[in-house]
């Protein structure tokens, strides 16, 4: 009975989440990301038409959909936020997992004893 419920809440947070970045992607013109996140948005809502269906007298389990979609709107927000906030993230996340140290030159200007460093 708790399971049903816990369920569908986490199925609410996906969805909301996956729609929500549906609609950025669109807003981006990225089409090949939109089409899989539709199509998976697609088969999750199909899934969620059958437990209501199923449960149509159950109607927290209405309510807990609806609350698992709203927090699914804040988690998008957030993470987009995080995302905009970090300039070119995905490079960021691959040089994590790079041991290469960066090297920094030197420009020595005539006539100046010290090196001035670029980065």
């Known amino acids: 009975m708790i399971f049903d419920y816990i369920k569908i809440f986490l199925i609410g947070v996906l969805e909301d989440f996956l729609l929500?970045?549906?609609t950025k992607?669109?807003?981006r013109n990225n089409l090949v990301f939109s089409f899989v996140i539709a199509f998976f948005s697609a088969i999750i809502w199909y899934y969620v038409i059958i437990?209501?269906?199923?449960?149509i007298n159950k109607f927290?389990?209405?309510i807990t959909y609806a609350c698992g979609g709203g927090i699914g709107d804040m988690i998008t927000i957030s993470f987009d936020?995080?995302?905009?906030?970090?300039?070119?993230?995905p490079m960021k996340i691959?040089?994590?997992f790079s041991h290469k140290k960066k090297k920094r030159r030197t420009l020595r200007r005539k006539g100046k004893r010290n090196a001035k460093r670029l980065p």
């Open 51 to 55: 437990m209501v269906v199923e449960n």
């Open 60 to 62: 927290w389990l209405v």
């Open 81 to 89: 936020k995080y995302l905009q906030s970090v300039k070119n993230w």
């Open 94 to 96: 691959l040089s994590i």
């Open 20 to 22: 929500s970045f549906n």
């Open 25 to 27: 992607a669109i807003q």
